[in-house]
Nanobody, 123 residues
Framework: QVQLVESGGGLVQAGGSLRLSCAVSGRTISRSHMGWFCQAPGKEREFVAA????????AYADSVKGRFTISRDNAKNTVYLQMNSLKPEDSAVYYC????????????????WGQGTQVTVSS
């Protein structure tokens, strides 16, 4: 059974930084594009960032370009999201999962969503 466990969230002031981690067990991530998604209260889950499995290519939502950096460590089966220059509008629960590189949509057959990690940015 595939498990995705997100961590690293917290309460931070605007302008601050956080580093999120997503540890995956039960399946290797080495051949999967991986992504981060976020969901704010009352909103749909949306794409944040993606990292390709066979190249160093990455992709970001326009709202986080230049501030967030996605990375992966296949040996640790873990995906990271470095979040800098945080803004109050970044506040949400953040999730990771495999992602379709073309559509930026999650791949539900990879694994069930984890519990996510809450990021709260105060102004």
């Amino acid at each position: 059974q595939v498990q995705l466990v997100e961590s690293g969230g917290g309460l931070v002031q605007a302008g601050g930084s956080l580093r999120l981690s997503c540890a995956v067990s039960g399946r290797t991530i080495s051949r999967s594009h991986m992504g981060w998604f976020c969901q704010a209260p009352g909103k749909e889950r949306e794409f944040v960032a993606a990292i390709n499995w066979y190249s160093p290519a990455t992709a970001y939502a326009d709202s986080v370009k230049g501030r967030f950096t996605i990375s992966r460590d296949n040996a640790k089966n873990t995906v990271y999201l470095q979040m800098n220059s945080l803004k109050p509008e970044d506040s949400a629960v953040y999730y990771c999962n495999a992602i379709d590189w073309g559509t930026r949509s999650p791949v539900p057959t990879f694994g069930s969503w984890g519990q996510g990690t809450q990021v709260t940015v105060s102004s």
